[in-house]
T-cell receptor
Framework: QVRLEQSGSAVQKPGSSVRVSCKMS????????FSWVRQAPGQGLEWIGR????????DYAQKYQGRLTFSADKAANIVYMELRGLTSEDTALYFC?????????WGRGTLITVSS | ELVLTQSPATLSVSPGQRITLSCRTS??????LAWYQQKPGQAPRLLIY???IRAAGIPARFTGSGSGTDFTLSISSLQSDDFAVYYC???????FGGGTKVEIK
């Protein structure tokens, strides 16, 4: 059974960067695709992008182009999301999800709070 | 840009009722649609993919239908565990609908 374990919550200063990790167990990164989804407090789900490690392919939602980077450590079975130039509007719960037909597996989410 | 519109935004219902949630897409997506259930403090849970295929372990009271631009999720005989927010998603592009909150009447 696939499990996705995400790094812990963090408080970040405006203008700084944050990196969130998502470690996969029970499966292999090289046979999987991953999406990142965020959810601002009290709001809906927002897809921010995907990474396919085996193809070295990344696809970012247009509004995050230039501020968002996904990477993968295939040996460690971990994918990463880095978001730069944080503002208060980036305060949200960030989820990683393994893609299949739909997204069958999700991490528990990482709360990123942007505050001075 | 693909847009998914869910209705209603909120549905107040009593346990035991049957409900139908709607998701409309701005472009035809064939049957590449998924439905998720999300409870407070939890990650979304995949219910339906391919517009009508129940994910593993999902009870038969959840039924998805539709193709093209109009989709529905029906829940027969609503149980207390079903009160949650439901999202549709076009999973090739990742786009989510705004969600429907199903609350106890």
């Amino acid at each position: 059974q696939v499990r996705l374990e995400q790094s812990g919550s963090a408080v970040q200063k405006p203008g700084s960067s944050v990196r969130v990790s998502c470690k996969m167990s029970g499966g292999s990164l090289i046979t999987s695709a991953f999406s990142w989804v965020r959810q601002a407090p009290g709001q809906g789900l927002e897809w921010i992008g995907r990474i396919i490690p085996s193809a070295n392919m990344r696809d970012y939602a247009q509004k995050y182009q230039g501020r968002l980077t996904f990477s993968a450590d295939k040996a460690a079975n971990i994918v990463y999301m880095e978001l730069r130039g944080l503002t208060s509007e980036d305060t949200a719960l960030y989820f990683c999800a393994r893609e299949g037909a739909g997204y069958p597996d999700w991490g528990r989410g990482t709360l990123i709070t942007v505050s001075s | 840009e693909l847009v998914l519109t869910q209705s209603p935004a909120t549905l107040s219902v009593s346990p035991g009722q049957r409900i139908t949630l709607s998701c409309r897409t701005s472009q035809s997506i064939n049957t590449r649609l998924a439905w998720y259930q999300q409870k407070p403090g939890q990650a979304p849970r995949l219910l339906i993919y391919g517009a009508s295929i129940r994910a593993a372990g999902i009870p038969a009271r959840f039924t998805g239908s539709g193709s093209g631009t109009d989709f529905t999720l029906s829940i027969s005989s609503l149980q207390s565990d079903d009160f949650a927010v439901y999202y549709c998603q076009q999973y090739d592009r990742g786009t989510f609908g705004g969600g429907t909150k199903v609350e106890i009447k």
